[in-house]
């Protein structure tokens, strides 16, 4: 009940021209028209799937990495694993004011850094090429949920295996690539399938570091959609960036279901 | 026996190497992680123009406290922080309670369609919440609740959310019917099944459940930047861009701040840090 009506509700709503205080207006596939020819959609489009596919699997590599050392009987594990989860918990507005002044061109942390090996840093979120790779950063410093689901993967797979895999003679790059990621590739792609529904839907970290500039080079579709709707008040088109977002979401999703048969491993099969 | 001895030597020597090996790494890796949030302490404990010094100064000198009093004040932030916690127990108090109910009820209880329901409510775990935003906000705004806090909590009793319907019946499955049966024959309703049985068994998932959730709200900046306008029903992250429109360039007191609002997540973080590594065991995600 509660979300059928929404549901329809806002499909009808693709359909009508409407700034909410008068009435809607039927106008038939106008909204999808307009969409097709904006720039701006399809720039939002762009910047946020440049956004996604870079932070994901960034996020997925550096996770399966850290996963796999702590996984590894260290010292201090706990402490370390509560260092790697405790971004991914922050608020979003707190975490993004912080980067901010990491990122900051004169005075920041950053580009100090890279000063010291010789690196003149960029003015990150003011530059039109940076400013997207700073959001990007801070995706993947909050790679916490990745890592406890891939912590919890490893620590399904059966010690046996490995040791026999080892009196075999696999050394231990080949026992990671030919067991410990076949046997995870299950939790390899729930990673991926949750990375994509939450990066497409990447927000308030934007808004917060760059509001979508400089030049809109890092105006991702949800801050369209909502300027759209509740700045200008056009929620005929606002509800069919949605229904855009939403199916270009299912597909990526379905694409990546897709593609996983051919590398996705189930035991149980 | 030597020959089998040698082995088992290198080997252990080996496991001692990797096992070094990976901590070195974690450790340098772990400085990475926690850098951006120790500079922003450190920021926020300086002098304005300490903050500009070149090479940075890591240990502010002198270290300004004062500077967490006058950022929460500049700003009416101790406002902010009790609409926050407004929001937090109404909200998690509504979507533990009705969650577990609903949970229980696809646990224990047989009734007409449960199976296509439970289908449903997984299915919206997966609904495109974009696509329902203008609609739900529509809806609100024609009962008149723009500007109050309902719409930001009243939701949470009505059904509960999906994610915390399913942590529950996964949880109440895994108790064992007996008990059930138990109690009835000693004379307990079903209500008082639920809630003297299996709810007081299930503190696990109760307080899983309320952390995520409590977690959720108080990072919340998109549902409270649709629906509340005037000032004195801002919420901290709200409180936090008012802030940064204004104080634009004021690092030491935007750090500050900012870590004022992170730091009851921090406080939570520390006392239930068990129930944050592992409580995503209880959905059966297992993966």
């Given at each position: 009940m509660f979300t059928a009506f929404p549901l329809v509700f806002s499909f009808g709503l693709v359909f009508t021209d409407w700034d909410l205080f008068g009435t809607p207006e039927f106008v038939g596939l106008e909204n999808i028209d307009r969409f097709i020819s904006d720039n701006r959609a399809h720039n939002a489009f762009i910047v946020t799937t440049k956004y996604a596919v870079c932070a994901v699997s960034l996020n997925i590599v550096i996770g399966l990495g850290i996963a796999v050392l702590l996984n590894q009987?260290?010292?201090?594990a706990g402490i370390m694993r509560a260092v790697y989860f405790l971004p991914s918990i922050l608020p979003a507005a707190s975490i993004a004011i912080i980067w901010r002044w990491i990122f900051?061109?004169?005075?920041?942390l950053l580009n100090w850094l890279l000063s010291l090996i010789g690196v003149m840093g960029p003015n990150w979120v003011h530059s039109r090429q940076y400013a997207l790779v700073a959001v990007i950063i801070i995706y993947v410093w909050q790679l916490g949920n990745t890592i406890l689901l891939f912590i919890s993967g490893l620590q399904n797979i059966p010690g046996e295996v490995l040791e026999a895999a080892e009196v075999d003679g696999a050394g231990a790059w080949k026992r990671f690539t030919r067991i410990t990621i076949p046997l995870l590739s299950p939790v390899i792609l729930f990673n991926l399938i949750i990375g994509i529904i939450n990066s497409l839907q990447v927000f308030t970290v934007v808004v917060f570091m760059t509001g979508g500039g400089p030049r809109n080079s890092t105006e991702v579709i949800m801050l369209y959609l909502y300027n759209n709707a509740?700045?200008?008040?056009r929620m005929g088109y606002a509800s069919t960036l949605a229904w855009a977002l939403f199916l270009y979401i299912l597909v990526l999703t379905m694409v990546a279901m897709r593609w996983s048969k051919s590398w996705v491993y189930y035991g149980g099969e | 026996m030597t020959v089998l001895h040698a082995p088992s030597v290198r080997h252990r020597q080996r496991k001692w190497v990797a096992r070094w090996a990976s901590f070195l790494v974690l450790s340098l890796g772990a400085v990475v992680w926690l850098t951006p949030l120790v500079w922003a302490f450190s920021t926020s404990l300086k002098r304005p123009i300490d903050m500009y010094s070149s090479p940075p100064q890591?240990?502010?000198?002198?270290?300004?406290?004062s500077n967490y009093p006058e950022a929460l004040t500049l700003q009416p932030f101790a406002r902010f922080f009790l609409n926050s916690a407004f929001l937090v127990v109404m909200s998690t108090s509504g979507t533990v309670l009705t969650s577990a109910i609903v949970g229980y009820s696809f646990a224990r209880l047989r009734w007409v369609g449960k199976n296509v329901l439970f289908v449903v409510v997984l299915a919206t775990m997966m609904l495109p919440t974009q696509v329902t935003i203008i609609p739900t906000f529509v809806i609100f705004r024609s009962i008149g609740?723009?500007?109050?806090?309902y719409p930001l909590w009243v939701p949470a009793w009505l059904g509960g959310s999906a994610f915390h319907i399913f942590l529950f019946r996964q949880f109440f499955m895994s108790i064992p019917r007996d008990l059930d049966e138990a109690a009835r024959i000693d004379g307990a309703s079903t209500i008082g099944i639920f809630w003297r049985i299996l709810l007081p068994l299930s503190r696990p998932a109760v307080i899983a459940s309320a952390i995520f959730h409590g977690v959720w709200v108080w990072n919340d900046y998109f549902g409270p930047l649709i629906y509340l306008r005037s000032h004195e029903h801002y919420t901290v992250a709200l409180g936090l861009q008012l802030f940064q429109g204004q104080h634009h360039s004021e690092w030491t007191k935007l750090m500050a701040a900012s870590l004022a609002v992170a730091f009851p997540i921090l406080l939570l973080f520390l006392i239930f840090q068990k129930w944050f590594l592992q409580g995503l065991r209880f959905t059966g995600v297992k993966g």
């Open positions: 009987n260290v010292p201090l900051s061109g004169d005075y920041g509740f700045r200008s008040f | 890591f240990i502010p000198d002198p270290i300004v406290w609740w723009i500007d109050t806090f």
